[in-house]
């Protein structure tokens, strides 16, 4: 009633119905923009999905050299070859993210109640500023910090003689590996969760929490079992934002994660946390400069259109996920 | 608190609240353990970050680095500084924001003002958070193809007639979509913050929509828009992806043309971002000083934008609306 009143009120004008035609175009034109990015990016992308089939999925050989030959035939017209199977990159960037973005996630939910309820004033003074910092901080120095500290620390002192000798042949253990990738990236990340975290518990209406702890409910319980569930719609916000950021991380990964492309095997034991792994985004990065080859470009879009594909799904089931929580009255 | 407020209306034998509350149970008091020491931890964190850079830069930054030029070689003092570099942070970042701020604030103004039709409000509204999703390298492989087309061809590199798409132009347009959903969503928190009864004034003195949300609305909002470009830029001076795809191949600006400043902004070049990249044990140029150097600056200038964040936004809470 009262929107309606105030539209009825504006004054208006030719310039001013300009104006908003004007601004409409603008976001027409990003909309647009956006169609625009997955139209282009899928038809650059289709010669490699058309030609391998569901197969472009599955785990058949080894992906460098698949890519080696699909590199070399490039000079050759007409003997194009695309024969691509990208489980080890996909593997690989499901371990990385999901143990990031799962570890991130229950850290960053206690940093975040912690934050907003329990900390000291003096405390929270220092650690919002922090949470920021660590969340601008750029992932090139990150991954600096793995290569010099972590990728040596593992590589010194926790892969053995033993371990590197059961594994010759197939890959070397040298500190670079999925180990020091998720443990950078859930740095990376969980700032980004945080933050979200604690601007959503921070629109909880204080007199709900106020009215369970008036029923003799003691704080921590209150916290947990009305402003995190309260906050639920910032958490999903929080954690597919993250998990977009952890999927397309394409540089620091790069940089700690080993350079073969090689699937961690689960059933190796302990040695599965420091096997190398290369994800998808940073196959883009490490092959990039072989984009002028027909075969090899059109490979190296069908990853993108994978890490695309896989952000607009995350995105959607964020949006489906917080559908039914709406219910409860609380802020997006 | 909230307990001893409470009336106490059924006086009689009773047993004594001797505690305010029950002693906690042992899972509680466990999680709150945890929370308190994962809070400590994150603040050991960004200062052992903060302090291992600190020493590192005061080990290897030389002021000679800030002024001469990256050069091929295999030693330290062979390779050069990273002047080039660094210019080319700020060109890029200059770029970038030029374009993601208008275009930003626009939206954010749409979408907060007008928003009709609906359905254009909410597609638009999933497209920036799309955008804010999407991996910046996948951003920049569309920018490849959007810059190599004939139509834009002309803003990048080109030889023999062969546009290869690669340009401080095409790098700071598509760094302008990572800044992008950080400005609108700023700039939109800012606006939606004015409560209404300012426009209804500034309608009652005769104004036009158009005009209050420049002469009051916008002037109102002025540190959520400092907020969102800051906080833009600074994602846009950390991106390496984009600079590794749409500006690489070159560590010195290469410039191409004839035109002082337009032959810069369409060569190839690089930032600091990258040249850390390419100094890492991981890349091609390997040398750990340089990158150190370059990273202690890099973090120097994400901490300045910071603190500019945080007094911008100390400001904004100073500006407080009577509702």
């Known amino acids: 009633m009262v929107e309606e009143f105030r539209l009825d009120t504006e004054p208006t004008r030719d310039s001013d119905r300009r104006a908003e035609l004007m601004l409409g175009a603008l976001v027409c034109l990003v909309v647009v923009l956006l169609l625009g990015m997955f139209a282009f990016v899928l038809y650059q992308a289709w010669p490699s999905f058309s030609h391998n089939g569901l197969s472009w999925f599955g785990s058949r050989g080894n992906v460098d050299s698949q890519i080696q030959a699909i590199f070399n035939s490039g000079t050759s017209l007409g003997h194009e070859v695309y024969a691509f199977h990208g489980w080890p990159l996909i593997w690989g960037t499901a371990l990385v993210v999901g143990g990031a973005v799962t570890i991130a996630f229950v850290c960053s939910l206690f940093v975040a109640v912690f934050i907003v309820e329990f900390a000291p004033d003096a405390l929270r003074r220092v650690l919002e500023p922090v949470v920021r910092l660590l969340a601008s901080v750029p992932s090139v120095i990150y991954g600096l910090v793995g290569v010099f500290v972590l990728v040596p620390l593992i590589g010194n002192h926790l892969i053995t003689q033993g371990s590197k000798a059961s594994v010759q042949g197939i890959i070397t253990l040298n500190g670079y590996s999925l180990l020091a990738g998720v443990a950078i990236l859930t740095v990376m990340v969980a700032p980004v969760m945080v933050a979200i975290f604690s ?134 | ?163 290869f798409g690669r340009s401080f132009f095409a790098a700071g347009a598509m760094l302008s979509l990572v800044a992008l959903p950080l400005v609108v969503s700023n700039v939109r928190e800012g606006l939606e913050a004015i409560p209404d009864h300012v426009r209804e004034a500034s309608y009652a003195l005769g104004k036009t929509k158009f005009a209050t949300t420049r002469r009051v609305l916008l002037p109102a909002a002025r540190p959520s828009v400092l907020t969102g470009a800051m906080l833009g830029a600074g994602r846009v001076i950390g991106d390496t992806a984009i600079i590794v795809v749409l500006l690489g191949a070159t560590l010195t600006f290469d410039r191409s043309g004839s035109v002082p400043l337009l032959s810069t902004l369409r060569g190839t070049g690089s930032t600091l971002t990258y040249y850390v990249f390419y100094n890492a044990p991981t890349g091609e140029g390997n040398q750990p000083t340089k990158a150190y150097a370059a990273a202690f600056v890099l973090l120097m200038i994400v901490l300045a934008l910071n603190v500019g964040v945080d007094i911008a936004t100390r400001r904004s809470r100073r500006l407080r609306w009577s509702s």
Not at chain 1, 206 to 220: D, F, M, P, T, Y
Not at chain 1, 258 to 275: K, L, M, Q
Not at chain 2, 1 to 9: D, W
């Open chain 1, 199 to 332: 601007d959503g518990l921070r629109a909880v209406p204080r007199g709900w929490i106020e009215a369970s702890l008036g029923l003799g409910i003691n704080k921590w319980r209150t916290v947990w079992k009305i402003g995190v569930r309260t906050a639920r719609p910032a958490i999903v916000a929080g954690t597919v934002l993250a998990t977009a950021r952890a999927l397309g991380e394409a540089v620091m990964l790069s940089m700690v994660c080993g350079v073969v492309s090689f699937a961690p095997n689960p059933a190796d034991g302990w040695i599965f946390f420091v096997e190398p792994t290369r994800p998808l985004a940073s196959t883009i990065i490490a092959f990039i400069d072989d984009l002028s080859t027909p075969p090899m470009r059109h490979t190296l879009y069908a990853i993108a259109a994978v890490l695309l594909l896989s952000a607009a799904l995350l995105s959607f089931g964020g949006w489906a996920a917080k559908q039914p929580m709406k219910r409860y009255g609380a802020r997006t």
């Open chain 2, 1 to 163: 608190m909230s307990l001893l407020e409470l009336p106490v209306s059924q006086p009689g034998p009773r047993a004594p609240r001797a505690a305010q509350s029950p002693p906690w149970r042992l899972i509680d008091r466990v999680g709150l353990a945890v929370a308190w020491l994962l809070g400590l931890l994150f603040c050991a964190l960004a200062g052992a970050l903060v302090l291992y850079f600190l020493v590192q830069g005061i080990k290897y930054v030389r002021p000679s680095l800030f002024l001469t030029n990256p050069s091929p070689g295999f030693t330290a003092t062979a390779t050069g500084g990273f002047l080039d570099p660094m210019l080319g942070t700020m060109l890029v970042s200059a770029i970038a924001m030029a374009i993601a701020l208008p275009i930003g604030i626009g939206v954010a103004v749409w979408l907060s003002e007008y928003g009709r039709p609906a359905a254009l409000a909410r597609v638009a509204e999933s497209t920036i958070e799309m955008i804010a999703g999407t991996p910046s390298i996948v951003l920049a492989l569309f920018g490849i193809l959007l810059f190599e087309s004939p139509a834009l061809g002309f803003l990048s590199r080109s030889s023999e007639g062969v546009v």
